[in-house]
Nanobody
Framework: QVQLVESGGGLVQAGGSLRLSCAAS???????????LGWFRQAPGKEREYVAA????????YYADSVKVRFTISRDNAKNTVYLRMNSLKPEDTAVYYC?????????????????WGQGTQVTVSS
């Protein structure tokens, strides 16, 4: 099994930046020939929302429209770690952010398509 642990969340003012990290342990991504690392977020009273994804092997990236010009997803394969750089944060970005791993070759933005999940890290953006 792959265990995912998010870190880097916190309280920031609007316009600030954070970088989230998702570190893997146990059976790590190097065991797989295919897979996607995704970031999702969930605000109080809302459904879990897709944020971004990256192909673990090839590095192809996808973003939700709401974050495309502000967030950047990246990965360090040697460290079994994926990052989400968040710039120009807005109060509406406030949520628990989760990383997830999809064991498949096809890209998918749906949370149900992901097989392993971290426990989340809280991001709070104040005005």
């Amino acid at each position: 099994q792959v265990q995912l642990v998010e870190s880097g969340g916190g309280l920031v003012q609007a316009g600030g930046s954070l970088r989230l990290s998702c570190a893997a342990s146990g059976r790590t991504f190097s065991w797989y020939y295919m897979g996607w690392l995704g970031w999702f977020r969930q605000a109080p009273g809302k459904e879990r929302e897709y944020v971004a994804a990256i192909s673990w092997n090839g590095g192809s990236t996808y973003y939700a429209d709401s974050v495309k010009v502000r967030f950047t997803i990246s990965r360090d394969n040697a460290k079994n770690t994926v990052y989400l750089r968040m710039n120009s944060l807005k109060p509406e970005d406030t949520a628990v952010y989760y990383c997830a791993f999809r064991v498949a070759s096809h890209y998918d933005s749906a949370a149900r398509g992901y097989d392993y999940w971290g426990q989340g890290t809280q991001v709070t953006v104040s005005s």
